[in-house]
């Protein structure tokens, strides 16, 4: 069983930044792959981006590239967002979640290849 606690979120405006972080308990966090995803109200849920067991591999969505960059502290069971430019559209409501594991580059977009979700951190872009 592993839990997740995001934090980090808020309020920012247009082309702002925030750090988000999602701590998880348990003592293997480094073998986890990591992912943060989003909703928005009335959207489905979308990936964000991933990052492999070591941090040495990460997928990003393209509406984030060059702009968030998701990084891990294994010795601190912490994964990281950080959001820079942030854009209207970047508002949702933003999930972590882990996959115990590898994920092959062809399921790392899918949310049900991933086994533990967050609760979630507000994200609010201003225009």
């Known amino acids: 069983q592993v839990q997740l606690v995001e934090s980090g979120g ?5 082309g702002g930044s925030l750090r ?12 986890y792959s990591m992912a943060w995803f989003r909703q928005a109200p009335g959207k489905e849920r979308e990936f964000v981006v991933a ?3 070591s941090g040495a591999t990460t997928n990003y969505a393209d509406s ?5 960059t998701i990084s891990r502290d294994n010795a601190k069971n912490t994964v990281y967002l950080q959001m820079n430019s942030l854009k209207p559209e970047d508002t949702a409501v933003y ?3 882990v996959k115990y594991g590898g994920i092959t580059i062809a399921a790392v ?10 609760q979630g951190t507000q ?4 225009s």
Not at 64 to 68: A, L
Request: overall charge positive.
């Open 10 to 14: 808020g309020l920012v405006q247009t």
């Open 95 to 97: 999930y972590c979640a």
């Open 123 to 126: 994200v609010t872009v201003s």
């Open 64 to 68: 984030v590239k060059g702009r968030f």
């Open 109 to 118: 977009t899918r949310g049900d290849v991933y086994g533990y979700w967050g």
């Open 51 to 53: 990052i492999s067991m």
């Open 20 to 31: 988000l972080s999602c701590a998880a308990s348990g003592r293997t966090f480094s073998a």
